[in-house]
């Protein structure tokens, strides 16, 4: 009987480890997936540089984070997105900074001409500096985690009518994004900004609803507004940045160690999408050079003229719409110059 007692405790204690066994396996091989919405292609460089970002963080996670790529807003336009990413229905999205203005003030920042500094290194600095994490650091009471931010080109300026200098720019109308910012950008010009969708701008320009619009020359070549504008001036005068949205929860649930793997990928691929993005600029010049359209390249003095009257309007703007919030990152940006 005492045997029987023994081997049944054995049993007893077999399948017990067994059992503590199977419930931890879940947390021990725990995987963590994340949807991942945005509006370009996949020949642009941000997505082929997601792809980069995914593999890195696979391999990283040893195959416990996932990264599912959504292009071409095949998950929503950048508003349902961003939303979504809130709510929680989505996990992350890419959007351009200058989409979230009027969801979080504070990023319109990166709006301001001439901001970002020229020099991709400087500007990568810049983005990893005390100010960078304290602009992503805006995003938290907005429902969402601001993980990095990253280059996506540099604006230069198209119009039907002459741009022969600053002084051409005045009662002319262009496209901008909404953006209180660029409105004034063009304001400070003697321009007149409209807000108007990007689907809509091809066709505004061809029929005159607005003389011209500011992009970067691969999106000008992409979306052939070179087509229907007659002057293009490289004046490189506001950066477009991207910055990567993570849904709180999901990401709250990662461990550190994961959470550092994917903020030090994104910021790890940098120098390399910089450099794809800069062959993209320079193919596409080449392109839009074989048309009709008038190219000129406007000089450091005039780059300079053109800061001297948009950048402090612009900033004026900014602080305006953004409060306090607005003047502290402002003094931080000044602080880290």
Do not use: C
């Not at 642009?44 to 997601?50: A, C, N, P, T, V």
């Not at 305006?320 to 402002?330: F, N, P, S, V, Y």
Request: charged fraction near 20%; proline fraction near 5%; charge should be negative.
């Amino acid at each position: 009987m005492k045997r029987h007692d023994s081997l049944n405790g054995s049993l007893l204690g077999i399948f017990s480890m067994i059992a503590l066994a199977l419930i931890s396996v879940p947390a021990l091989a725990q995987e963590f997936t994340a949807r991942i919405g945005h509006l370009e292609s996949p020949q642009q460089s941000r997505h082929i540089h997601l792809e980069k970002v995914a593999r890195l963080v696979f391999e990283r996670t040893n195959g416990a984070v996932t990264f599912e790529l959504f292009p071409q807003g095949q998950l929503g336009n950048q508003r349902q997105m961003t939303e979504s990413v809130q709510l929680g229905t989505l996990e992350a999205t890419v959007s351009p900074a200058a989409f979230l203005g009027g969801f979080n003030p504070a990023i319109s920042i990166l709006d301001i001409p001439y901001f970002i500094p020229a020099d991709a290194v400087t500007a990568q600095i810049l983005r990893e500096s005390a100010f960078g994490d304290a602009l992503l650091m805006s995003f938290n009471n907005r429902g969402v985690v601001g993980v990095a931010w990253w280059p996506n080109g540099l604006k230069n300026f198209t119009s039907n009518r002459p741009l022969d200098d600053i002084s051409a720019f005045a009662d002319q109308k262009f496209r901008v994004m909404d953006s209180s910012i660029l409105i004034e950008q063009f304001n400070a010009l003697g321009a007149s900004a409209i807000a108007l969708p990007f689907g809509e701008l091809y066709t505004s320009l061809q029929t005159g609803v607005v003389d011209g619009q500011e992009n970067p020359l691969d999106t000008i070549q992409r979306m052939k507004f070179f087509e229907v504008q007659d002057y293009l001036v490289i004046s490189e005068h506001g950066a477009l940045e991207d910055v990567i949205l993570f849904n709180p929860t999901w990401w709250n649930n990662l461990p550190e160690n994961f959470q550092s793997i994917i903020k030090n990928a994104f910021n790890e691929v940098v120098p390399e999408l910089t450099s794809h993005k800069a062959a993209a600029v320079a193919e596409a010049l080449k392109f839009i050079g074989e048309s009709d359209i008038h190219i000129r390249v406007a000089t450091p003095d005039e780059r300079a003229a053109f800061a001297t009257k948009m950048k402090e309007p612009a900033i004026q703007a900014y602080i305006e719409r953004a409060g306090d919030e607005g003047r502290a990152l402002i003094d931080m940006y000044n602080a880290n110059k």
